[in-house]
């Protein structure tokens, strides 16, 4: 019976842990387009407070490594939500612009030092046959709580001072993963009494000839300095290598970006623009749950590698296809931020205040329903790049997305006014209409990515790194790379503009399938199979190899 509670209250905390992350994420899209005129904010300033966040979890990724190894990963987890809670409250109750960047910095540094411990955590506390199921329930949390933060905009969308409402609401998963946590033991691993707690059923290893083993060879934690990830002692130069090559193709596969246009696609097979957005949103969203799942449950039959070469290559060749339907068919674009100070605002298309929805940089309401997990890393890169950018050329180039506004809008349910301001110019008369079949066709392959990623990187890089470094080193690894995810998801971001202006629209979108294309080679030569393996195997498994 232990074992089971133990067994559910992981799931729990995994679940929770990857509900708030997806939460914050996307809650920040609603709360902006009253936030706007609340507090009157600038482009600029809306830039800053998408960034914060990501200012915020860039930090914990640099010191968040070491707070997990040090005190544990339990005491990590515990502290993150009362960060949360100090956040969640900062944001609820603040009056002042200053006010709600600390707030978001605040929530960026605890879901970002929360997301890498409860991987680490359920990955040592569970059975190697359960482990990638109850690590991959983290990213389904993470796509449940966007969704979650989609339908609580939209209903707190007309209330006055909705955005307390929306930013208040945090505090209560984030005060049952606190609750949960505190009956759950300290990690396993640190445990002196290994192999009695083994016996009670508290790790269970999967039978009894690997429980003789253990007790044979108790396990030895070995201590590492952060300079060892560079080291060939235990091979840890290549686990670092397959972590970084990991994290980064998660980004350079174009991941954040694809989804920019996905509420466009959606409008070229003939959805209004109103509608487009919600499906765009909602029902990408709910494509990615529904492909976590199933990720979810093949994680530990089918195995991490197969999953992320057949995800990699599914998304290649839907990248691939998106590129060349759009060589012919050529997708129209739209502006960036506008301050809600503008009068002619509410009727320019491409008001948009930065959907920071999008996690990812782009801009559009989908995004973050469809980044991996962390790494979605970034809703502060719409902003990030659009700050670049603005300056110069907010007013002259045409180039971003727009789903987020017309996302904003359905929000709002400025249904009317958008007929005519968003479906003129990019659409009215344009050669979309001769083309139905290879809009069709870019539709389905944009569904195509979403899901493979959602099956593949989305959750397997995560559940691949808490399980390919030592015990005492996990943390300060896995924040090093996560680190290295956040950067690499603002550079993609970063540059965008300039991507689309040297190689045109369907040549970013072609470069992105070559990168699918290598990333396929990188997992098939460097990355191991590590499925229905304990994380001590792993290690040893590792540590052999030369």
């Not at 930090?59 to 040090?70: E, M």
């Not at 445990?191 to 009670?200: A, I, P, V």
């Not at 739209?334 to 503008?342: G, I, P, V, W, Y």
Request: hydrophobic share 50%; with cysteine; proline share 4%.
């Amino acid at each position: 019976g232990r074992a089971l509670l133990i067994l559910l209250l992981s799931a729990t905390v995994s679940l929770l842990g990857g509900l708030i992350f997806g939460y914050e994420l996307g809650i920040i899209s609603g709360a902006l387009l009253q936030l706007q005129i609340d507090f009157h904010l600038s482009c600029f300033k809306q830039e800053v407070l998408v960034s914060a966040l990501l200012i915020g979890a860039l930090l914990a990724s640099l010191v968040g490594g070491i707070l997990i190894d040090h005190h544990g990963r339990r005491r990590a987890i515990l502290v993150s939500s009362l960060v949360l809670l100090v956040g969640s409250l900062i944001l609820t109750l603040a009056r002042s612009f200053i006010g709600l960047v600390i707030g978001r910095m605040t929530v960026g540094f605890a879901i970002s030092v929360s997301s890498m411990a409860c991987c680490i955590y359920v990955s040592e506390m569970v059975a190697a046959h359960q482990r990638g199921l109850l690590v991959s329930l983290y990213e389904a949390g993470i796509t449940v709580g966007i969704l979650l933060s989609y339908a609580l905009n939209y209903i707190f969308a007309d209330v006055d001072e909705g955005w307390r409402y929306m930013f208040g609401l945090a505090i209560a998963p984030t005060a049952m993963q606190f609750l949960s946590i505190l009956f759950l033991p300290v990690n396993p691993v640190k445990l002196s009494s290994w192999d009695s707690d083994c016996q009670k059923g508290l790790i269970q290893l999967q039978n009894t000839e690997d429980r003789e083993t253990a007790k044979q060879e108790p396990y030895k934690e070995k201590h590492y300095s952060f300079l060892d990830l560079f080291r060939t002692r235990d091979n840890m130069r290549r686990r670092t290598l397959v972590g970084l090559g990991l994290v980064l193709f998660q980004q350079f596969t174009g991941q954040p970006n694809v989804l920019g246009y996905a509420s466009k696609i959606f409008h070229s097979v003939g959805f209004q623009s109103n509608s487009s957005a919600i499906l765009a949103s909602v029902g990408l969203g709910a494509i990615k749950v529904v492909a976590t799942l199933i990720a979810m449950a093949f994680a530990d039959k089918a195995g991490r590698r197969v999953l992320l070469m057949a995800g990699c290559v599914v998304m290649a060749i839907s990248v691939a296809t998106i590129g060349l339907t759009s060589c012919i068919a050529p997708l129209a674009m739209a502006r960036d931020c506008k301050a809600a100070a503008d009068p002619n605002a509410s009727h320019s298309l491409t008001q948009h205040p930065l959907m920071p929805v999008s996690s990812q940089p782009a801009v559009s309401p989908i995004l973050p329903a469809l980044g991996a997990g962390k790494s979605q890393a970034g809703p502060g890169f719409a902003a990030t790049r659009s700050l670049a950018k603005a300056f110069a050329s907010t007013q002259s180039r045409e180039v971003v997305p727009d789903s987020s506004l017309t996302q904003k809008r359905v929000l709002i349910g400025q249904a009317k006014e958008e007929t005519v301001g968003s479906t003129g110019p990019p659409f009215g008369g344009a050669p979309w209409a001769e083309h139905t079949v290879l809009n069709w066709i870019t539709l389905l392959s944009m569904m195509a990515f979403v899901s493979a990623f959602s099956i593949g990187f989305g959750p397997m890089t995560w559940l691949v790194l808490s399980e390919i470094y030592p015990a005492g080193i996990r943390g300060r690894a896995f924040a090093f790379c996560n680190s290295f995810n956040w950067a690499a998801n603002l550079l993609i971001s970063l540059s965008f503009l300039d991507l689309i202006d040297a190689i045109g629209f369907s040549g970013m979108f072609l470069l992105y399938g070559l990168m699918g294309v290598m990333a396929v080679i990188f997992i098939y030569l460097f990355v191991p199979e590590t499925k229905g393996q304990s994380l001590e195997e792993i290690d040893q498994q590792f540590s052999r190899k030369r």
